[in-house]
Nanobody, 116 residues
Framework: VQLVESGGGSVQAGGSLRLSCAAS????????MGWFRQAPGKEREGVAT???????NYADSVKGRFTMSRDNTKNSVDLQMTGLKPDDTAVYYC????????????WGQGTQVTVS
């Protein structure tokens, strides 16, 4: 199993970025997928999740600004981020939940998002 993120970068406040996570070794549509982030000096926090059935959940801090989507053809998940704020600056990680017991068991290497 591999998860590879792309799409990070630097943007001014109010701008937009789209992150992508390409998965291999399994089908993204069969498991819960998630995006987490970790800012310097802070703990990793959940940003968005998508269940295998397609239901999404978002952290209160990003509701209305971030949208998670899935492309079963490309076997990938995306995170569209709009209205970015300096507080969104962090390394963003893609992850999957192997099972309820296993929890989030595989993680990507992360992609840096910097908002100034």
């Amino acid at each position: 199993v591999q998860l590879v993120e792309s799409g990070g970068g630097s943007v001014q406040a109010g701008g937009s970025l789209r992150l992508s996570c390409a998965a291999s070794g399994y089908r993204v549509g069969t498991l819960c997928m998630g995006w987490f982030r970790q800012a310097p000096g802070k703990e990793r926090e959940g940003v968005a999740t998508m269940a295998s059935g397609g239901t999404t959940n978002y952290a209160d801090s990003v509701k209305g600004r971030f949208t998670m989507s899935r492309d079963n053809t490309k076997n990938s998940v995306d995170l569209q981020m709009t209205g970015l704020k300096p507080d969104d600056t962090a390394v963003y990680y893609c992850t999957r939940a192997g099972s309820v017991i296993a929890g989030f068991d595989y993680w990507g290497q992360g992609t840096q998002v910097t908002v100034s």
